[in-house]
């Protein structure tokens, strides 16, 4: 059970009353809303979970549209064929991932806590599960607080079931990103799983079990580091889901008729209708707190409460704090987000996202590592020529077989053997022996520099890459 440290009180030497260290957390049971933003997160967990369930199934070229062979050290996505020497697209991408939060969190807080996390979407699907077995808010209160009985075992037990089956199954489509997962079906159904995969099946099936099940909202409150230095990221013109403490105040029950003005009190009625729809169980009418993760929900909920008071809605709103200070209309809110610091960011982003696609739709469709025959650095082969050997990689990033030619420049009367077309199957690499030889006695002793010249046969593409050529003394 996860426990929270509280201070000391009234503790005297030798006596009085005991005050423990810690104290359990109360368990959270969030309650169902309607509303827009309700919406908008089931949209985003259908959408998220359509993609990360759908995509290892899509063929893609008579393969999988996207796998990260790393026994064999390449990646497929969608058209593309990488080598871990395209690690350069990685940091690329990480490095627009990171500069994209930067940006929806500068300019919307934390979007991406609030719809997209997959800690918010899984635990969306669990609690969903959770609420159609045992039934409501009210429901999942009474059922806990009862004793055991056959009725609560078996829903609990049902409830679990159907969990770990969501886990699993997240566990193994994980997996199945790594593994072609129509081979990993298959040796599923036949027994024959490998033991990584079959521990990284259970490690991330356990890990969603876990986090979406039980952690649920202590992982955003107190294991993720996001929740920390988000405020570096907020400024008093980031838009939050605010209350409006000049229009809600003074906060009291009353019934629907009266005009709140009339009898002296704000529009908030005290229901705590936002506090039960928090996912994780905060008042956001005590103002913005890092445990908000910016769903929406009890703007939804307070947004029907003003409605069924007739009262105008937005008493719970995204606004930004300058805005909610001064009024500001929607218009002038709007203009106001768009400061420099958006701007900069949008740029920033725009840049690096042109550069990376660019990047990909020049970058050449083979790659080509040299390596030297370490066992011969020098030699005199037949004919009385001077020999170097070396080791190619070629490695082919097409979805086509290709034929390659070599050749190599920068000595005089330097020649290449064999000189004939090597061929290398479609998104595969192949290691080709190459010799380089030039007349005994026409270089100078030492270290040279030399050029091999790789290119596609029938295309335009070639590359090159420096190699040294060494001539004894």
Partial sequence: MTRRIIPIANAAPGGGEEVGLYEASKKIYPRTVRGVFARWRWALVFLTQFVFYGMPWVEWGGRQMVLFDLAARRFYIF????????????SGLLVISALSLFLFTAAAGRLWCGYACPQTVYTEIFMWVEQKIEGNRVARMRLDAEPMSLEKLVKKWFKHIVWIGIAMWTG???VGY??????LGMAFLQTQMGSWEVFWVFFYGFATYGNAGFMREQVCKYMCPYARFQSA???RDTLIVSYDPKRGEPRAPRRKGPDPRTLALGDCIDCGLCVQVCPTGIDIRQGLQYECIGCGLCV?????VMEKMAYAPGLIRYDTQNGMEAGWSRRQLLRRVLRPRVLVYTAILAVLVAGLLASLVVRTPFKVDVVRDRASLARIAEGGRLENVYRLQIMNATEQPQRYRIAAVG???????????VSVDAAQSRWVAVRLQVPYGAVSPGSHEVHFRIREE????????????????
């Fill in 300 to 304: 939804d909920a307070c947004g029907t």
């Fill in 178 to 183: 790594f593994t072609p997962i129509r081979e």
């Fill in 172 to 174: 193994f489509t994980f």
């Fill in 411 to 421: 000595l005089e009367g330097l020649s290449v053997s064999p000189d004939e077309p």
């Fill in 79 to 90: 058209g593309l064929v990488l080598y871990p020497q395209d690690l350069i697209y990685l």
């Fill in 233 to 235: 990221m907020f400024d």
């Fill in 458 to 473: 029938g295309g335009a593409a070639q590359v090159s890459e420096k190699a040294a050529f060494l001539v004894p003394r």
